[in-house]
């Protein structure tokens, strides 16, 4: 017996189904950036590093880093990758990152920088990371970043110093306040498909019920 869904059951499964695509097509969306299109370990030593080609799929602000890994002091490392820490606080070494660089595109510099001025960093429960410089990306765009330390920071090798370009935390705060939303959107969307599927099976049981009855009452003509 072939079986034909009302109208209201279609609006149901519509209602349940389509959120939930949106959000996996999301969440799909976001998994495939590529946030960090760059990511070389590096010497540090007073030699100029060449990148190959590289190239991201989301147009956006992009920070440059020197990222090291806190297997020395904390604060010596704080103190050679020349971040600032605690207000008043003196170093005993200078910082060992002194560099210059500049971004490429075709062998074109589009912009460059030292990251000898600003002492912006940033910790993690691993790595501690040096700001060189920001600039804009865009998505599809092939670029090259040359680098050359003016110090020699060979005293940072325990840390296994990596340069790294990645887009800035403004976008993670965004997707993750983006997808909350569409996830509170999507359970109250399939809560209110659920229901409406539940008064259509009802609504679907009731009349079979009715039906049978008539069927199974007499004829009073007969």
Request: glycine content about 8%; hydrophobic content about 40%.
């Amino acid at each position: 017996m072939r079986v034909r869904l009302s109208r209201i059951t279609w609006l149901g499964v519509v209602i349940v189904v389509a959120p939930v695509c949106v959000l996996l097509c999301w969440n799909g969306w976001v998994q495939s950036r590529s946030t960090r299109p760059l990511y070389i370990p590096i010497s540090l030593a007073s030699a100029e590093i060449r990148s190959g080609n590289f190239e991201t799929n989301l147009s956006g602000q992009y920070t440059l880093t020197v990222e090291a890994k806190k297997t020395i002091p904390f604060d010596t490392l704080n103190c050679l990758l020349g971040v600032s820490t605690l207000p008043g606080r003196k170093c005993d070494r200078d910082s060992v990152v002194r560099a210059k660089w500049a971004l490429a595109i075709r062998g074109k510099v589009i912009q460059k920088g030292t990251g000898d001025v600003d002492d912006i960093g940033s910790w993690s429960q691993d790595t501690i990371e040096r700001e060189l410089g920001t600039f804009w990306l865009q998505r599809g765009q092939s670029y090259t970043l040359s680098f050359q330390s003016l110090d020699d920071g060979r005293v940072l090798a325990p840390t296994d110093p990596h340069l790294k370009i990645e887009i800035e935390p403004d976008f993670y705060e965004g997707t993750m306040f983006t997808s909350y939303f569409l996830l509170i959107w999507c359970k109250r969307a399939v809560i209110v498909g659920c229901v409406v599927l539940a008064f259509s099976a009802l609504t679907w049981a009731w009349e079979r019920r009715k039906h049978r009855e008539r069927q199974s009452t007499p004829n009073r003509g007969s």
